[in-house]
């Protein structure tokens, strides 16, 4: 036994000779932290936690998983439903993306609220900002990866409405979508993105971020009328620690320890019913109605809602100041650390929130039709409306297409024969301008602010729709043929 234990002695110490050991551990496990650190700093280690899932479940993942147009759907239609436990780990990975975005705003709200990006801790927000940012990237890359109906969508209505941006619209579509459309050099992209770039720059930047919490220690608890002054600041915490501080390991740690396995047990618990259902293969063909999960939705809520003609300045700009206002924090890095003395602050958390979770509902809410001002009741067309434009009656299905462009309310943003909103264009001669192909693609798929109808309408609404549309043309002109019958 003896013998046993010196030799563990001798091969312990001829390890922390060439490595190291005794310092690293000191230095990280054993630093001393404010004794008033309490559940509010649990986030942090949690939001770590999910990334650990994500990164083993992802290696796994990626063990089975094809990045080509052909087998992108089908290998991972093979882990849902064939693999030894494969759709347990997509639920993991599925569920785990959640949960770390989810955690990421928790924890930065938490930090927010407690004022402790402040100084000297104005780079743990900058690099805390940095990894919000990867993160919302991996989000986005990683939906694109299922290669179905609703991802494929997703990105071809972005990609089309970001190059609408004046200037670097093009530049920024093309770069998200490697090339002119979205096909399989977009997913070799998003592949190489998902898998290499973010998780490297994550990788880097988590490193960063934990060694900052060590080197510039934890915050303490903020107490109320103490506002941090960089003059006295620095001193007055080294005091703080000798006075009153622990070892992180063990007296420290246990809350993040206990939070994080909440964390996994909850992930766990939700996977076991598996990951979102991948739904349909991607069909370049066959427009959908395009949906991103829970933490891009409420962004395409936004897109859908503001008026078209702005779009094209608020998809990229908005986002834009929305993260540069992040890397302002540092310059606010004095004063009043507890949110009883900040209400703006309290304000700010509540309100952004609310209008996230108002706006992933409204998102869900498909399709975008319009909010009617009176229910159910779009404006009526006219009654020269339900004949030809030039006065003939209108066939059975032509008729049927008009009765439509009420009940569904098309009429609420475009014109006919001036009756109608104005949201969209006026559609009293677009027989003239749009093919019967033409005018299916446009209803069918949407965009640019005509929300799209794919999955809304039967194809043969669609078709009544489009007979009607097609009588819509400059008195005279013959009605083009409908090869729909
Ligand atoms: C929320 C408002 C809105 C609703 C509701 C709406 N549209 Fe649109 N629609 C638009 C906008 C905006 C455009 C212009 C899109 C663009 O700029 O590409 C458009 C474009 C179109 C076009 C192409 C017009 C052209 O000149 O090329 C057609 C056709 C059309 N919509 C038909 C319909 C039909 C049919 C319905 C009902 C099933 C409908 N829309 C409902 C907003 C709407």
Redesign the pocket.
Known sequence: MNGLIKIGDATYRWLDERLGITGITKATLLHPVPKSINWWYVFGAAVLTAFTVQLVTGIFLAFTYVPSPDHAYSSLDYISHHQFAGNLLRGIHYWGASAMVLLIFIHMSAHFLTGSYKYPREMQWLTGAVLLILTLGMAFTGQLLRWNQDAYWAIVVGAEQAARTPIIGTWVAQLLTAGPAVNGQTLTRMYAIHMLLLPGGLITFITVHIYLVIYKGASEWPVPGQPVDPKTYWADYQELLHTDGEPFFPVGIWRDAVFSLVVILTIGALAIHGAADIGIPANPTTPANPAPDWYLIWYFAIL?LIP?ASTPYVIILAPAIGFGILFLFPFANKGERNFVRRPWAIATVFIAAFATLVLVYMGYKEP???FLVNGSNPPQLASKSLRTTSGQALTPMALAGAH??TV???????LIEGVG?Q???D?SQ?GD??TYG??IW??AR??????S?GNV?KPSQVNE??TY?ETRVTPGQAISSNPGG
């Open positions: 859908a078209p975008w039709k319009p439509l462009m569904e309310g098309c009429t609420a943003c475009h909103g949201r969209g264009p559609l677009v301008r749009r033409q005018l446009r209803i949407g965009g640019g602010g005509m929300p109808y309408l729709l489009v549309l």
